[in-house]
């Protein structure tokens, strides 16, 4: 079995995130032992920005937002995932 070197102490995460870019996590961790954790309390980090929008298509949001049960908020948020999903998608 192959000898694990040691993590060394970080005085910052900018010093972990160099180190971790130029080391093999491999020399470190036996990932053979790796177990799947679930983290079911952890929330995406959020940023607030602010966007124009016509009133025509504030109103036609709302009025779709109502008839799925779903705050307009919510409903730009899963129409913005989805184009941006479809749109990164390789060209076939």
Request: aromatic share 10%; proline share 4%; charged share 35%.
């Amino acid at each position: 079995m192959k000898k694990l070197k040691k993590i060394p102490e970080f005085k910052s995460e900018d010093e972990e995130r160099d180190f971790w870019d130029s080391h093999d996590i491999f020399d470190y961790f036996d990932v053979s032992k790796a177990r799947r954790v679930v983290f079911p309390n952890l929330k995406f980090s959020t940023q607030t920005v602010s966007i124009r929008l016509t009133q025509s298509l504030l109103n036609a949001l709302k009025e779709l937002a109502n008839k799925k049960d779903v705050p307009y908020q919510s409903l730009m948020k899963i129409y913005l995932a989805e184009k941006v999903e479809e749109e990164l998608q390789p060209v076939k």
